[in-house]
């Protein structure tokens, strides 16, 4: 199936929202029909965290109240990846 700007804009959505940060490799290819994807994904700056001094203590305590709820994060699922297929 070939990948459309669709499919980036919800890898992108999914990787955002499940991670602390996204990295995009080898993206040499047909630029200019991915690009709008990112331009729209990234139109708001992301806070920086080392510019946040309470970010880290806010983080501990939702960890902690997490914790005392009984709430249990869910696995990661971790895949080997493979050159070519998009993982």
């Known amino acids: 199936k070939t990948k459309t700007p ?3 804009k919800r890898a992108l959505q999914a990787a955002g929202a499940t991670t602390q940060g996204i990295m995009v490799f080898d993206f040499s290819h047909d630029w200019e029909q991915w690009r709008p994807v990112f331009v ?3 139109k708001t ?3 920086i965290p080392h510019l946040a001094p309470d970010s880290l203590a806010d983080v ?3 960890h902690a109240a997490k914790r005392a ?3 249990i994060d869910p696995p990661a699922i971790l895949y080997r990846g493979k050159s070519g ?3």
């Open 6 to 8: 669709d499919d980036l």
């Open 40 to 42: 729209e994904a990234f």
């Open 45 to 47: 700056p992301a806070a």
């Open 60 to 62: 501990r305590r939702q």
């Open 69 to 71: 709820a009984g709430v």
């Open 85 to 87: 297929t998009g993982f």
